[in-house]
């Protein structure tokens, strides 16, 4: 692992006041950050650095599922080698490949860090990855000791970013789960410089809502530890799910082969507290409202890029 790099400072600011921050150092590694403060140098607010990571919120909130779903499979979702899953996944999502990226990048809500695995191999691009979630333990030990890598705790809807600061900014899978998705979204865009580009992913509204929606009325109060536990058990009905479809229809589960990642994606259905979907319409409606242009309808229904 690495501590907090002195070059994140110049992009980072008070979410509050959104003015300078002053570094205090308590321990430093070299001339990284292990432990220490970022001080505003206006309304005098303090943000802990703790374990290398600037701390921007005082707990999870509402993504404790997530602190806890990113954490238990914090390598599920990484690629092994050079081409994989992950890497094809951004392509769909963002329209480009992860390792023509390049400039100074912010991925909105970064998980345990997939995709800033995949985008930190550009060697032009400088990546900042950020979630509200304590998935960003995780992202640190799977990503934070490269040199192009920054990881933050922080608020989608109080970002601590300085205004017009990246060049690419992207979130995927991750509006949907906050409370105000369109508020998240107008959030980020003034966090990209002239000519910088947006892409987001959130679930698509289905014509036909799957059971799962009428099962999270439950799930989603239950605590985290029983919700795993029925994911678990379910993703041991998968073979009989095979053989009888209409199983599947009465208990939606993921239907991926490998048993770790099935139980991971139905606990990512069923464990948010916020779980929105929306229309293509609905969310090139966001682009417009927010003045951007060039919007891309991409592969996936509800994947949806766009330029300042």
């Given amino acids: ?21 002053r570094v205090e150092v308590t321990r430093r590694a070299r001339v990284e950050i292990e432990e220490g403060s970022l001080n505003c140098t206006k309304c005098g607010a303090l943000y802990p650095i703790r374990c290398g990571i600037p701390r921007f919120v005082t707990s999870d909130l509402y ?4 602190s806890a779903e990113w954490n238990i499979f914090s390598r599920t979702q990484l690629d092994h080698g050079r081409f994989g899953y992950t890497r094809e996944t951004f392509i769909k999502l963002v329209g480009m490949k992860p390792e023509m990226v390049h400039g100074i990048i912010l991925e909105a809500g970064c998980g345990m860090g997939r995709f800033l695995d995949v985008v930190s191999r550009s060697p032009r691009a400088t990546i900042v990855g950020f979630d509200l979630s304590l998935a960003v333990e995780a992202a640190y030990k799977n990503v934070g000791g490269r040199p192009n890598v920054h990881i933050v705790q922080a608020d989608i809807v109080q970002p601590p970013f300085r205004v017009e600061g990246f060049d690419l900014v992207y979130s995927l899978g991750v509006l949907h789960h906050t409370n105000n998705p369109k508020e998240a979204f107008l959030k980020l865009v003034p966090l990209l410089k002239r000519r910088g580009e947006i892409a987001i992913w959130v679930y698509h509204k289905y014509r036909r809502p799957p059971l799962s929606d009428f099962y999270r009325i439950f799930t989603s109060r239950m605590p985290w530890s029983m ?8 993703s041991k009905l998968h073979r009989l799910q095979e053989r009888c479809r209409y199983l599947l ?22 464990s948010p507290k916020y779980q929105f979907k ?3 319409g609905e969310v090139i409606d966001w682009f417009k409202q927010a003045g951007l242009h060039q919007i891309q309808i991409l592969s996936n229904p509800v994947s949806i890029k766009g330029k300042k």
Wanted: charged letters at 20%.
């Fill in 63 to 66: 993504v404790r599922s997530f």
């Fill in 1 to 21: 692992m690495s501590p907090l790099k002195p070059d994140l400072v110049p992009l980072i600011v008070c979410p509050v006041c959104h003015s300078d921050l």
């Fill in 227 to 234: 919700v795993l536990g029925i994911c678990r058990f379910l």
């Fill in 278 to 280: 929306f229309t293509k």
């Fill in 249 to 270: 229809v009465l208990i939606p589960t993921s239907t991926l082969s490998d048993s770790e990642r099935r139980i991971l994606d139905t606990f990512d259905w069923y």
